[in-house]
């Protein structure tokens, strides 16, 4: 794929997947856990006060992108490759209730005051704009960032491109301590929304000096964080539609849409964008500057494929028993990663789409193979299935393979997310495979398959 450089810049569970017979298509999902002393609320879950789990309201999913299902050290605590929100016990929303000018924002009684949220603008030395928030009963409200702090629900890291056999090293993170939150309306039909930054242990927003911010008709006050938080919204239906990428937009503090800066951190804010706002929609991605995250909806997740559903079509592929033409021995498509060498492993040619078994027929160099069937020249790679349910747009069968990492999926899932220009580093866009962050290469980024099965 082409790179794209910027120019300019709880608890609704009781939906069920279509079945086939004989599969279980419900699969316990893990829930994020948190501390919630600062909040003065506890975090439900439905083991820690028993709530029968039918009896939750289930918001939705933040899935990480990069990550095939779990994090390669495992998803534990709040630090996890999918989040699940649910509607808590007690509502824990804020909400702007006024604002004053200050001297010493730190000193000021709205920032000192621990059962107070408020967000601090420094204009100047000398003066800030102090916003007071004000408990909300109608949302829960769910905080997302680097920090491993109580106020933190969801703990991202930086995503590193490729196999994460261990977790990566990341020595400069550029992904917020407290990157934005999320306000979740407690009833029908649940709207979730996405705010930049979030709130400290103190319950405070700090905007300093040198941060975008601006007042709207010289009253009201909002502002962007460093590296920003970016949103993009699918045009038309994620999950069982033909959705186009959208525009990639910035979301300000007080959740207004705009377009990009010249880069992640220019002190120029774009443009006002009034026809769009920060409400999520299924299959809305939303960029912390180090990582991006896919907001599944409860409602469409429903009908979704489980990681059972795609085993199974695992199994039925694997029912057909798909030969190597050299090895002349039957291939296994294993259903999950792993580290381990077999005969069995499928491999497929990139240029062509031939899968085969590991040999050393037609070896042209280090990196390149001749197909013994076609004779086309190019590289090979370990076939491997993507099992994160929630990055398929439909239940077809997994018949495509992402360039270069051998991902393989259904053809509309592989088409959309190979046209999904995703932000990396400060000032550009590339197209990646969502199960493992590695940009693809070639036009247009995928390969079909081409298995030698029913043989017999």
Request: charged residues 25%; hydrophobic residues 30%.
């Amino acid at each position: 794929m082409k790179d794209h450089s910027v120019s300019g810049a709880s608890h609704l569970l009781g939906h069920h997947s279509p079945t086939k017979p004989g599969v279980d298509m419900r699969l316990p999902e893990a829930i994020s856990h948190s501390d919630e002393r600062h909040q003065r609320h506890p975090h439900e879950t439905p083991h820690e006060h028993g709530t029968p789990r039918d009896a939750m309201v289930k918001y939705g999913e933040l899935i990480v992108l990069g990550y095939n299902g779990v994090l390669p050290q495992g998803d534990k605590g709040r630090r996890r490759s999918k989040f699940i929100l649910y509607r808590r016990k007690l509502a824990n929303g804020v909400k702007p209730s006024r604002q004053h000018v200050v001297n010493k924002p730190h000193n000021a009684k709205a920032v000192t005051d621990s059962k107070q949220h408020s967000v601090s603008y420094t204009l100047n030395r000398s003066q800030s704009v102090v916003v007071e928030y004000t408990s909300d009963e109608d949302t829960d409200m769910f905080q997302i960032g680097r920090s491993s702090e109580a106020p933190i629900d969801c703990v991202v890291m930086d995503t590193a491109p490729g196999d994460k056999i261990l977790d990566s090293i990341i020595t400069q993170s550029t992904i917020s301590r407290f990157a934005c939150r999320i306000a979740c309306d407690r009833d029908v039909p649940y709207r979730s929304r996405v705010f930049a930054a979030g709130f400290d242990p103190t319950r405070n927003i700090f905007l300093g000096e040198k941060a975008t911010k601006w007042r709207d008709e010289g009253i009201e006050i909002d502002g962007l964080t460093t590296n920003g938080i970016l949103i993009m919204h699918p045009k038309g239906k994620f999950f069982g539609g033909k959705a186009d990428p959208g525009i990639w937009r910035e979301v300000s503090v007080c959740g207004s849409v705009y377009a990009l800066r010249e880069s992640r951190s220019a002190p120029q804010k774009g443009a006002l964008v009034e026809e769009e706002s920060n409400t999520l929609q299924d299959g809305t991605l939303i960029d912390l500057c180090g990582a991006t995250l896919l907001w599944r909806s409860a409602a469409s997740l429903g009908h979704s494929p489980t990681k059972r559903y795609l085993e199974h079509q695992v199994e039925e592929l694997n029912a057909g028993r798909p030969q190597c033409p050299v090895g002349l021995n039957t291939l296994v498509i294993p259903k999950k990663n792993t580290l381990t060498e077999s005969e069995k492993q499928p491999y497929v040619y990139l240029t062509c789409g031939h899968v085969q078994g590991e040999h050393a027929w037609g070896r042209e160099d280090e990196t390149r193979r001749r197909c013994p069937i076609c004779q086309q020249i190019g590289p090979v790679v370990k076939l491997q299935m993507g099992i994160e349910p929630a990055f398929y747009v439909d239940t077809n069968f997994p018949t495509h393979a992402f360039n270069p990492c051998g991902h393989m999926a259904s053809e509309q899932s592989v088409r959309y997310w190979a046209s999904i220009p995703l932000p990396y580093g400060c000032h550009g866009f590339r197209a990646a495979c969502p199960f493992c962050a590695t940009p693809l290469v070639g036009d247009p980024g995928w390969q079909k398959l081409i298995f030698q099965d029913h043989v017999d």
